[in-house]
């Protein structure tokens, strides 16, 4: 199995422009997740879907982020417009079930917003 | 909100030094992993622990969850160069919104 795949790996972008980070997930899992990882505020979940569906979108910054999951082998998290602060790495990961199973996460996407 | 906090923030060790990382949660626990992070890498499953008391050991990593379920340690014996890189403890609270909220993390520096 290939793991958990992200792209792009690596994002440039400037402020206002609409940023979209795309995972595929582990095939057969039926979780999951997005985090955003920064030196302030650690690793933060983001939201998580089950069978494709969001179950907990608490950790959403604002309504400039959103995240769709249309199929079980496609996700995206959309910033809309963009901002500096948003400069961060972008895990997703996905996991046969929600707990007693492991999280298995992608390389992650290194955004920077200028 | 739930808070899961690690100390210490950093350490560095001499290679072949011991290291302890430990986990403590606001609210009880019902299971807890641990993750390892290289630098510039993501994090990777090492292990879970779901009963209370429980300790379990992979080689020279020592795995302990409290008797109260709400802290959790990672001890690593005779550290070497590869142990480098970041440790994240990452519980699942029995109140609440059933996710695992991820610490606050470790960093882990061996001097050769």
């Known amino acids: 199995d290939a793991g958990v795949i992200q792209s792009p790996r690596h994002e440039v972008t400037e402020m206002g422009q609409e940023v979209t980070l795309r995972c595929k997930p582990i095939s057969g899992h039926d979780y999951l997740f997005w985090y955003r990882q920064t030196m302030m505020r650690g690793l933060e979940l983001l939201i998580y879907?089950?069978?494709?569906?969001?179950?907990?979108d608490s950790g959403m910054p604002e309504d400039r982020f959103s995240a769709k999951m249309p199929n079980a082998s496609f996700s995206t998290l959309k910033i809309q417009p963009s901002e500096p602060r948003d400069s961060a790495v972008y895990f997703c990961?996905?996991?046969?079930?929600?707990?007693?199973?492991?999280?298995?996460f992608g390389p992650g996407t290194r955004l920077l917003v200028l | 909100g739930q808070q899961v906090m690690q100390i210490p923030q950093y350490q560095h060790v001499q290679e072949g030094e011991d290291f302890t990382t430990y986990c403590n949660s606001s609210t009880t626990l019902s299971n807890i992993q641990w993750y390892k992070q290289r630098p510039g890498g993501h994090p990777v499953f090492l292990i879970q622990l779901v009963k209370s008391g429980e300790v379990k050991k992979q080689k020279r990593l020592t795995f302990q969850f409290g008797e109260a379920k709400k802290n959790s340690s990672l001890h690593i014996t005779a550290t070497q160069t590869t142990d480098v890189g970041t440790y994240f403890c990452a519980g699942v609270s029995t109140s609440g919104t059933y996710k695992y909220i991820f610490g606050t993390g470790t960093r882990l520096k061996v001097l050769a």
């Open positions: 990961a996905s996991s046969p079930r929600l707990a007693g199973e492991t999280q298995y």
């Open positions: 879907f089950n069978n494709n569906v969001p179950i907990d």
